[in-house]
């Protein structure tokens, strides 16, 4: 017989193989290894009793499947992702040259493009319960220079917030993407500056009927409560000197 300090337990070599290998108090090993077994698993059955019952308690007091109670768990967090604080606001880009073949902003479209940073910061809020703007959206210059003012009114604001602008070709593609944000990414703002002509359209893809916009009206901005799914028109109330 042979004994083993590391492993404490006796057997008799055959070969390099022990046989019958037993512990210091006399006891097979293999017995206290099946013992141990039996215990292990009665303790994983305990285990799962508890947990079953837990189960089967909540299932009885609520009256629905647990399974159930999960995915409408889950259903309720996305639900609370996707409406809070949501809204898509709408405004102009800044005033144009007298002369209409100059492309870019005037004088005073510049100074409001700059304004423009403080009055989203500590102004909008007021009219989105709190929420801050999160995508910044606009329409594509073309080639020949058209549309090139919004993105020129908004590059300011984007600068400040450190936030890229997302460009769009056409009104529908703008309005599928604010709303593909809102549904997917959850609260915010999300802030799109339009030539006025195509706000019209916007708006209707949205389900709101609102007038012609003037020509010379760069005041007005929509906002709208993607929760209630209601809009308010305001002012932005720039006054240049």
């Not at 097979?28 to 508890?50: D, F, K, N, S, W």
Request: proline share 6%; hydrophobic share 35%; net charge neutral.
């Amino acid at each position: 017989m042979h004994y083993n300090p590391l492993l404490r337990v006796q057997y008799s070599p055959i070969g390099d193989e022990p046989t019958n290998p037993k512990l210091d108090d006399g006891t097979p090993l293999m017995v206290r290894c099946r013992m141990a077994t039996v215990l292990l698993l009665v303790l994983a059955l305990y285990v799962i009793g508890i947990d079953s019952h837990r189960l089967m308690t909540n299932r009885v007091a609520t009256g629905t499947p647990t399974s159930e109670l999960q995915v409408r768990h889950e259903e309720s967090e996305a639900t609370k992702k996707r409406t809070k604080g949501q809204y898509i606001v709408i405004l102009r880009h800044g005033e144009k040259p007298v002369d209409l073949e100059l492309n870019s902003l005037s004088r005073r479209g510049w100074e409001r493009s700059h304004w423009l940073v403080k009055w989203v910061q500590h102004t909008l809020p007021k009219h989105t319960r709190g929420s801050q703007v999160s995508t910044i959206m606009t329409s594509m210059p073309n080639v020949d220079g058209l549309h090139v003012r919004p993105v020129q009114t908004i590059t300011p604001l984007s600068v400040a917030l450190q936030m890229p602008i997302v460009v769009r070709s056409t009104a529908f593609s703008a309005a599928n993407e604010a709303r593909r944000i809102l549904e997917e990414e959850g609260a915010g703002i999300v802030l799109i500056c339009w030539q006025h002509e195509d706000v019209r359209e916007m708006m209707g893809y949205f389900g709101f009927q609102v007038p012609e916009w003037s020509d010379d009206d760069y005041e007005t901005v929509y906002i709208i409560d993607w929760n209630g799914r209601r809009f308010k028109r305001i002012v932005e109330g720039y006054h240049p000197k």
